[in-house]
DNA sequence: TGACTGCTTTACGTTTACGTTAAAGGAAGA
DNA sequence: TCTTCCTTTAACGTAAACGTAAAGCAGTCA
């Protein structure tokens, strides 16, 4: 099937749908309807998916949406393209900087973990020495 | 000088005496006093990049207190050792998620980059041809 | 001594990202 | 037809992380 109802979605992506027409109503969605009922296509489940991890990042829904906005402002549009080729860099250059971060924390908890091993052998070894 | 006030904290980490004196609040920072006035150490100034650090990767404070805690109530305590590690082996995997999502983002960002590029370079041409 | 500057506590305000009823309308099954 | 379920809009509530006065004390510079 090509298309999906909102608690299809909810239920892929483990989220309510309060929280689904809450995105489209900070329009970062704009999906189809069958009389009331939304109707969500691929695009538009691609498009949740994106907002899913980008909020797993960080960014905020304003930032995502103005991507969004962006991105389909720039189909044809030479400068609107060079405008959003210059925003990407800029996600590029955060997205850097959240690695190293990652790297920096990930090299900690290796720290802590060998120093507080250490520590628990040696409890082993004065508990048997005893 | 081995000591810091909350300005030179707030300059060094470009962040305001305000949010310094909420981390306290919050449990997460216990400088020592000169009268009414806070000392930093330079144990504070490392908990403090910690806490900046964990912030800008989406760590709440409540989950960084209750890291700090565990680091604290970890000494001698064999116990809360391994609960600590415990904790740290399950960060270990959230950072490993967020590095996940990280690349995906990035090289989503290299695809759209290269066909925008293909896209500008496109103009060019149908311009150099007219 | 008085003004200025910086630090302090207290407390209410603000933004983001939804949660949580509430009220009402199809649609399907017994 | 009645009940149940899912959907809709609308509106108020909430938690996290501070922002923003307000008002007082302490040192210091002229």
Redesign the pocket.
């Known amino acids: 099937m090509t298309t999906f ?3 299809d979605l909810a239920k892929e992506y483990q ?5 689904i ?3 489209e109503d ?1 329009g970062l969605l704009a999906p189809a309807r069958s ?4 109707v969500y296509s691929k695009r538009d489940r691609v498009r949740v998916e994106l907002i899913l991890r980008s ?1 797993r990042l960080g960014f ?3 930032e995502i949406k103005e991507l969004f906005d962006l991105y389909d402002s720039a189909q044809g549009d030479k400068a609107q393209l060079k405008q959003f080729l210059k925003v990407l860099s800029s996600k590029r250059v955060r997205l850097g900087e959240m690695k190293k971060d990652i790297e920096v924390m990930l090299s900690d908890i290796d720290m802590f973990e060998a120093q507080n091993k250490r520590i628990l052998e040696k409890h082993v070894h004065a508990k048997e020495s005893v």
């Open positions: 109802t909102i608690t989220i309510t749908t309060r929280a027409r809450f995105y900070q009389g009331r009922n939304r909020k905020s829904l304003v």
